[in-house]
């Protein structure tokens, strides 16, 4: 059986300056952005009916999702080789109605049938919204050959709202001993590119063309969720013909 999940929709429009695709394409360009997430993935089946809930996996979220951002980058005057740039996106929910799931224990309660009576068939579902930033700026070392990138990226998310007809299985489902439905983090990025695919690079380290990068993110905060150091590393190559 094949499954599909929530379904994103969505258009960046530009506000100000000429994309890179346009022929007097402009370093400096600004973005507006808006995306849907609709909620088409399924969720669980009501209790009351049958059993079938205790066969069912949630896939979707259950809820339409709208996120609305800004993105752009600027070329600073004195040097075409430093680049800053940032992205910012806002994120909110309409409150939805689920099926309440019948898990073991949930409100206080073991038997599917007094959780129902307690919590109701139906429970109004409120994601909290979130805000997602990225900062950063790039140096090109050798023009066209070498580049510096780095940047800091942040994520706050608030709780989870859910409205039942029993106050303390809604404020256990938001937070709890051991889990939390809001989260907080800043990480910073470093990467070093080698860049081998310049169409105006007369003299090539090999004769294909390719880029290749290694890099480092490390957590700096975190809230409620995961911290570390990874190292990990990408390489890209391009093929074409006529």
Known sequence: RTIID???????????????WHQ?????????????????????SSFKNDLKQFKEAKVGSGVTRFSLGLLGSKKLKKTD???????????????????????LFSGSHSHPD????????????????????????????????????????AR???????????????????????????????????QFWFINSFSGTRSKFLPFSFDAFIGVNKTIYSKNTFEGLNIYSGFTTYLQGW
């Open 6 to 20: 929530d379904i994103i929709i969505g258009a960046t429009i530009l506000l100000k300056g000429k994309p890179n």
């Open 24 to 44: 007097n394409k402009t370093e400096n360009v600004l973005y507006g952005q808006l995306l849907v997430s609709i909620p088409f993935g399924p969720t669980l």
């Open 81 to 103: 080789r430093i680049r800053v740039f940032f992205k910012s996106l806002f994120k909110t929910s309409s409150p939805e109605l689920l099926n309440t799931p019948i898990a």
């Open 114 to 153: 007094s959780i129902s009576s307690h919590i109701g068939n139906t429970y109004k579902y409120d994601k909290g919204s979130e805000i997602q930033l990225n900062l950063g700026g790039e140096v090109e070392i050798k023009k066209s050959k070498l580049l510096l990138k780095n940047s800091f990226n």
């Open 156 to 190: 706050f998310k608030a709780k989870d709202n859910f409205t039942s007809k029993n106050k303390l299985w809604d404020n256990w489902m938001s937070e709890h001993e051991g889990f939390t439905s809001s989260f907080n983090y800043v990480e910073f990025d470093f």
